[in-house]
């Protein structure tokens, strides 16, 4: 049984590695190279196998000088390309060449891999913004956020620092997962779309993954595992992590700039609306969380969103020091 699971892999990983691989395949190796640190140790071996056996081809369909011209147009792109003599004894000159070649292809990724960047910072303060990564990753940051993105590891893994809200979109890595930390959680990934919300005026911490498949963790508690619409919410006083199904249809509301609002309880409402406009909302009694609305906005104000909510519902709306109160009874 075992045999057959190991075989299914190597199949897998093979498709990846030679591009044949579907998207439904990536994500099952994603999951497999994420489920522990054996398997990526095992994926990078692999890798290294397959770069190896790329490099003992047989030397009846190596065209050298074909070889050769792409290789000189990326190391000297203003350069004449000199066409490398024939040579009676072919496969030994072929398989030279191929070393050479393999030396100098070596060479390049060492250049391009070597970790000489610096941190990258973003940060954001009533406005939002969309910034790409030097992985490629993109990061759409709500108001009042913060992320660093650090160099390489040794390993070459990668790692964000995040306080505020943000949606991600990992650039696809499998042998380099994407780590992202905040003051309370961390969130494994190695290519997909998802939002982290780790405010630091909350009592909770939140995933909510848009595709893809993420691991998230805290310090003495088990991780676990998330794709697509589902969540993860650590709660801070009890130090509990629970994953549920994604019911929040405006997790994404301050990247499209838009709000909509079914049946909604008002409990929910306001935590979407200080998520959204990075803003306190409170209620003044408890039984004001079940009050329903339904309406859609786009590009009013918070004053405005909330006084259309207390209008439809009957109930006030006032602005204190640091927050927004409704007070009253809904009909």
């Not at 030397?59 to 490398?84: G, I, Y």
Request: a negative charge; one cysteine or more; proline letters at 3%.
């Amino acid at each position: 049984m075992e045999s057959e699971e190991n075989s299914q892999i190597e199949e897998l990983m093979a498709k990846y590695l030679s591009g044949n691989a579907s998207p439904q395949e990536i994500e099952e190796l994603e999951a497999w190279v994420m489920a522990d640190s054996e398997n990526r140790h095992t994926f990078k071996a692999f890798k290294k196998a397959w770069m190896l056996t790329g490099a003992t081809m047989d030397e009846r369909k190596v065209d050298v000088n074909q070889l050769w011209k792409k290789t000189s147009k990326e190391l000297f792109p203003q350069a004449k390309v000199v066409p490398l003599a024939s040579r009676r004894n072919t496969g030994r000159w072929l398989l030279l060449a191929a070393a050479v070649v393999a030396v100098l292809i070596l060479g390049i990724w060492l250049i391009n891999n070597v970790n000489t960047q610096a941190p990258q910072t973003f940060a954001t303060a009533e406005q939002d913004m969309q910034v790409e990564l030097a992985d490629g990753t993109k990061a759409h940051l709500n108001k009042n956020t913060r992320i660093t993105f650090l160099p390489k590891d040794e390993n070459g893994n990668r790692k964000l620092q995040l306080e505020g809200v943000a949606f991600l979109k990992v650039a696809r890595d499998v042998e380099h997962p994407l780590e992202v930390v905040t003051n309370s959680i961390q969130v494994r990934v190695l290519g997909t779309a998802f939002l982290v919300d780790a405010r630091d005026d909350r009592q909770k911490a939140e995933v909510i993954v848009a595709s893809g498949h993420v691991r998230v963790s805290s310090p003495g508690l088990d991780s676990v595992e998330l794709l697509a619409n589902e969540k993860a919410v650590f709660d801070l006083g009890q130090q509990k992590l629970v994953k549920s199904p994604n019911t929040d249809q405006n997790y994404l509301s301050f990247a499209q700039d838009s709000l909509i609002f079914d049946k909604t309880p008002l409990g929910g409402i306001i935590e979407v609306l200080g998520r959204h406009f990075d803003k306190k909302i409170k209620l003044e009694n408890e039984s004001l969380k079940n009050c329903k609305f339904t309406g859609t906005f786009t590009d009013e104000s918070l004053r405005e969103i909330l006084t259309v909510i207390a209008n439809s519902l009957n109930i006030n709306v006032k602005k204190e020091e640091n927050a927004y109160l409704f007070s009253g009874t809904c009909n």
